[in-house]
């Protein structure tokens, strides 16, 4: 079986990782995001929505029935007992969903030579072994507060710094730019690893 060439993008809040991830699909990766699996995992997983109602009541969810992400968000990033609770639930269906997916690709019969997964806590989690390698996406500061809908400060201090995450990871970028030169960087990133 050819399996995919597997990469993780991480980094901080408004660094660009899904555009980093945009960048790889247009240069023919497979992608899938994390965020998007957590987003189906809430509205689709029936255990996973009846865990959010036992623990945190009808508050969570909207009149239509979808669950509230914002709502979960203000009970969860000013409580870290209930944010770790979250994490233990959600981490090990995202893991399962994402490593499935590269399963999948490896049996088609034209698999793609990249696939890209975004992964906002990978180091953070430990997650960086189940990749063949990793890509950290930092920007600075106040280019990341312009960028990110999200307030960042409940959720900034249990992230590792990029420093970190940059001495650990195999490509690094600092996304301050263009969105042309965020491309170009994904573009010899792949040459690399399809040397």
């Given at each position: 079986?050819?399996r995919?060439i597997?990469?993780?993008?991480?980094?901080?809040i408004?660094?660009?990782?899904s555009?980093?991830?945009?960048a790889?699909?247009?240069?023919?990766?497979?992608?899938i995001?994390?965020d998007?699996?957590?987003h189906?995992?809430l509205?689709?997983?029936?255990p996973v929505r009846?865990a959010?109602?036992?623990?945190?009541?009808?508050?969570v969810?909207?009149?239509?029935g979808d669950?509230?992400?914002?709502?979960?968000?203000?009970i969860?990033?000013?409580?870290?007992e209930?944010?770790?609770?979250?994490?233990?639930?959600?981490?090990p269906?995202?893991?399962d969903?994402?490593?499935?997916?590269?399963?999948?690709?490896a049996e088609l019969?034209?698999?793609?030579?990249?696939?890209?997964?975004e992964?906002?806590?990978?180091?953070?989690?430990?997650?960086q072994?189940r990749f063949?390698?990793?890509?950290?996406?930092?920007?600075?500061?106040?280019?990341?507060?312009?960028?990110?809908?999200?307030?960042?400060?409940?959720?900034?201090?249990?992230?590792?710094p990029?420093?970190?995450?940059?001495?650990?990871?195999?490509?690094?970028y600092?996304?301050?730019?263009?969105l042309e030169?965020l491309?170009?960087?994904?573009?010899?990133?792949?040459?690399?690893?399809?040397r």
């Amino acid at each position: 079986m050819a399996r995919p060439i597997a990469v993780a993008i991480t980094g901080g809040i408004g660094a660009g990782k899904s555009e980093a991830l945009a960048a790889f699909a247009r240069h023919g990766a497979a992608v899938i995001s994390s965020d998007d699996i957590v987003h189906r995992l809430l509205q689709e997983d029936e255990p996973v929505r009846e865990a959010l109602r036992d623990r945190f009541g009808d508050a969570v969810f909207a009149e239509n029935g979808d669950v509230d992400r914002g709502a979960i968000a203000e009970i969860v990033f000013a409580d870290r007992e209930s944010l770790d609770w979250l994490e233990a639930l959600l981490h090990p269906l995202v893991v399962d969903e994402y490593m499935g997916w590269r399963e999948r690709l490896a049996e088609l019969d034209d698999p793609p030579r990249v696939s890209a997964t975004e992964v906002p806590l990978l180091y953070e989690v430990g997650g960086q072994d189940r990749f063949d390698a990793v890509v950290v996406v930092t920007a600075p500061p106040e280019v990341r507060g312009v960028r990110s809908e999200v307030a960042a400060e409940g959720r900034e201090p249990r992230l590792l710094p990029d420093s970190v995450k940059v001495a650990q990871a195999d490509f690094a970028y600092v996304n301050d730019g263009s969105l042309e030169k965020l491309d170009d960087f994904v573009q010899a990133v792949l040459r690399e690893l399809m040397r």
